[in-house]
């Protein structure tokens, strides 16, 4: 593994915020005995965490930051177990949209494009993420949500869509149903 030494500094002041924050990281780091890395090796040491973790750590455990820092929570769907709650600060909500304006970017998207945006809002990340990295790219964006056929299939011919952030089942079934309605060239 190839590590440098400003990498590990930076690991090195995560480590140490996380110990003293107490969180859920933080004290996983003290059990393995990790407040410092100096190698490589000692960094591949690290501790993973697997779901039961971030389970157990329902419902604000997993928050590394004082309270009044976090402005937004996201989660899991909880359908096989107990959600895992995320704590966002500022920050991590920017950098989320700059990661989706990025993938964006890589797709060749532009601000000339027009984004309907088909996953849930809400505790899931995915809606609102989709949303936050079409503004950042200062694409026009169509916040439609999940569902409602007929309406997305609507606003796709109404505000000439070039964009749809869906999941592939559900873009599968618009595609289907642009075919049955034979409005593959409105769209």
Known sequence: MK?????????????????????????????????????PEEFAKLPFSEKKDLRDAYPLGLMAVPEEEIVRIHSSSGTTGTPVIIPYTAKDVDDWAIQFKRCYETAGITNKDRIQVTPGYGLWTAGIGFQNGAEKLGAMVIPMGPG????????????????LCSTSSYALLLAEEIGKRGIKDKI
């Open 3 to 39: 590590i440098n030494e400003t990498q590990l500094e930076q690991v090195n002041d995560r480590i140490q915020a996380l110990v003293r924050s107490n969180s859920f990281y933080g004290k996983k780091l003290e059990a393995a005995g990790m407040t410092e890395v100096h190698t």
């Open 148 to 163: 409602n056929t007929e309406k997305q299939l609507q606003m796709m011919m109404d505000m000439e869509s070039t964009v």
